[in-house]
């Protein structure tokens, strides 16, 4: 069994993806027309995401890849999900968190630095 040594960077990581993906569920839930769009929007664009984001990955990073993806493509998946996540904070008129938010992702990615270059060459 390989073990995997977990840092600050892979702790922050996995915080901000569940945020991102709470985001874009509260955005959902006050973004639909009425309670069944709600519902829908709530539930359905945060359980695709997190379907996305677990289902396409790069081998070993760590672990098996259920659909293994170019790393460059599973940057751009994370950022997408991320930006989209930061959008809908600003679309929700919390600008302030939305900052705050965006922040911590570049300041994840720039911690997580020798993963990125890793993506770029597995």
């Known amino acids: 069994m390989k073990m995997y040594a977990i840092s600050l960077g892979d702790v922050l990581h996995f915080a901000l993806e569940l945020c991102a993906f709470g985001a874009l569920g ?3 839930f006050q973004t639909g027309e009425n309670g069944l769009g709600r519902a829908a929007l709530g539930i359905g664009v945060p359980l695709a995401a997190a379907v996305l984001w677990g289902v396409f990955r790069v081998p070993n990073d760590p672990g098996p890849a259920t ?4 790393g460059w ?3 751009i998946l994370e950022l997408g999900i991320l930006g989209l996540s930061v959008w809908a904070v600003f679309r929700m008129h919390q600008n302030g968190l939305a900052f705050a938010f965006a922040v911590a992702i570049l300041i994840d990615y720039l911690l997580m630095i020798k993963r990125i270059l890793w993506l770029f060459n597995p």
Request: glycine content about 10%; hydrophobic content about 70%.
């Open 26 to 28: 509260v955005w959902g």
């Open 67 to 70: 659909v293994a993806v170019p």
């Open 73 to 75: 493509l599973r940057l």
